[in-house]
């Protein structure tokens, strides 16, 4: 398992990322989080299988269409028990 904090900053708030983000984790089996943050960037948790994780982050470089993904910073964190969902947080 694996599991990181991640923040994405670009044109990444009114562009449906937070609900595209929810569905790729929950397509790829991914738990965690994302919400928007006040300075327009939008961060969250993930946690997962190595290679489901790993494609996850692939995804936020990319984001969904509308998005414009400017830079996306991951840093690894301990692992959490008991995850089971991902969810969009406000």
Same mark, same amino acid.
């Given at each position: ?42 961060? %969250?948790?993930?946690? %997962? ?13 990319? %984001? ?17 028990? %008991? ?8």
């Amino acid at each position: 398992m694996r599991r990181f904090r991640f923040v994405v900053t670009g044109r990444v708030q009114g562009v449906g990322f937070r609900a595209c983000a929810a569905a790729e984790a929950r397509r790829l089996g991914v738990q965690g989080h994302v919400r928007n943050r006040r300075d327009g960037a939008v961060e %969250g948790e993930a946690q %997962g299988e190595p290679d489901r994780v790993s494609s996850f982050a692939e995804w936020l470089r990319r %984001g969904p269409p509308f998005s414009q993904v400017a830079t996306v910073d991951l840093q690894e964190i301990p692992l959490v028990e %008991g995850r089971s969902d991902f969810e969009i947080r406000r």
